[in-house]
C-alpha cells in the first residue's frame, strides 16, 4: 500500500464551482499534512498546511483533516481557470523529517 | 531574491557521463533535501541533510552523491548517467527542525535528460 494516495485524475471542474481533491495515507502516527500546487513546468508551491482535525480555511481554499479515518482534503471555492494545476498532498511523520508525497491529482477548471 | 536557487535549469547529457546539480538557499533554514520528480509527477525523497549532516538516504543508487558544504549548499553529483536517472530533480528547504506545519520550500527545478 502507498504511504500517500491520491486520484491522479485528470478531475475537471466548470469555472466558478467547488473543486474537491482528496487524500488517504497509511501511517497513523502521520502528524502534519501539506497541500501543495504545481503548475506544469514549476516546482510545488504550498497552499495549506494543517494538523489538527477539522476544517481549516484560507481564502477561497479549505483543507479538511480526519485523522480517524486518515483522511485530508482540500477544498476550493469559487473554481477559476488560474487554479488548473497539480495539486500535491503531503503527509510529515512523526519523528521523520521528510515530507512524502502521494501522486497529485491534475485539476482542470474549464471556464 | 530567490530563496532556493539551483543550477542548472536544464541539463541534457549522454549516458554514462558525469554531472552536478547545485542549490543554494538563502532562508537560513537548516534543512535540505534532493526530491526526484518522475515522468509521472510522482516527487520521491532521495536525500536530506541537517546543518551539513546527512541524515536521510533514500535506498538511492550510489551514483547519487550528496555534498553540503555548508548550511546554505547542498549540490547533487550523478556519475555514470543512466536513461532511467532523466527526471526533475527538485532541491528543497526547510526550517530548524521542521516544524509541525512548516512546510518545504522548493527551487525551480533540474530537468535532467539523458540520452
Known amino acids: 500500500q502507498k504511504e500517500v494516495e491520491q486520484n491522479s485524475g485528470p478531475l475537471s471542474v466548470p469555472e466558478g464551482a467547488i473543486a474537491s481533491l482528496n487524500c488517504t495515507y497509511s501511517?497513523?502516527?502521520?502528524?502534519?499534512f501539506f497541500w501543495y500546487r504545481q503548475y506544469s513546468g514549476k516546482s510545488p508551491e504550498l497552499i495549506m498546511s494543517?494538523?489538527?482535525?477539522g476544517d481549516k480555511e484560507d481564502g477561497r481554499f479549505t483543507a479538511q483533516l480526519n485523522k480517524a479515518s486518515q483522511y485530508v482534503s482540500l477544498l476550493i471555492r469559487d473554481s477559476q481557470p488560474s487554479d488548473s494545476a497539480t495539486y500535491l498532498c503531503?503527509?510529515?511523520?512523526?519523528?521523520?523529517?521528510?515530507?512524502?508525497f502521494g501522486q497529485g491529482t491534475r485539476l482542470t477548471i474549464n471556464p | 531574491d530567490t530563496a532556493v536557487s539551483q543550477t542548472p535549469k536544464y541539463l541534457v547529457t549522454q549516458m554514462g557521463n558525469d554531472k552536478s546539480i547545485k542549490c543554494e538557499q538563502n532562508?537560513?533554514?537548516?534543512?535540505m533535501y534532493w526530491y526526484k520528480q518522475d515522468s509521472k509527477k510522482f516527487l520521491k525523497i532521495m536525500f536530506s541533510?541537517?546543518?551539513?549532516?546527512?541524515?536521510i538516504n533514500e535506498t538511492v543508487p550510489n551514483r547519487f552523491s550528496p555534498k553540503s558544504p555548508d548550511k546554505a549548499h547542498l549540490n547533487l553529483h550523478i556519475n555514470s548517467l543512466e536513461l532511467g536517472d532523466s527526471a526533475v530533480y527538485f532541491c528543497?528547504?526547510?526550517?530548524?527542525?521542521?516544524?509541525?506545519?512548516?512546510?518545504?520550500?522548493f527551487g525551480s527545478g533540474t530537468r535532467l535528460t539523458v540520452v
Open positions: 501511517d497513523r502516527v502521520s502528524q502534519s
Open positions: 494543517i494538523y489538527s482535525n
Open positions: 503531503a503527509v510529515k511523520v512523526q519523528g521523520a523529517q521528510k515530507l512524502v
Open positions: 541533510y541537517n546543518n551539513k549532516e546527512l541524515i
Open positions: 532562508l537560513g533554514h537548516d534543512t
Open positions: 528543497a528547504s526547510s526550517q530548524p527542525g521542521g516544524g509541525l506545519t512548516s512546510g518545504y520550500t
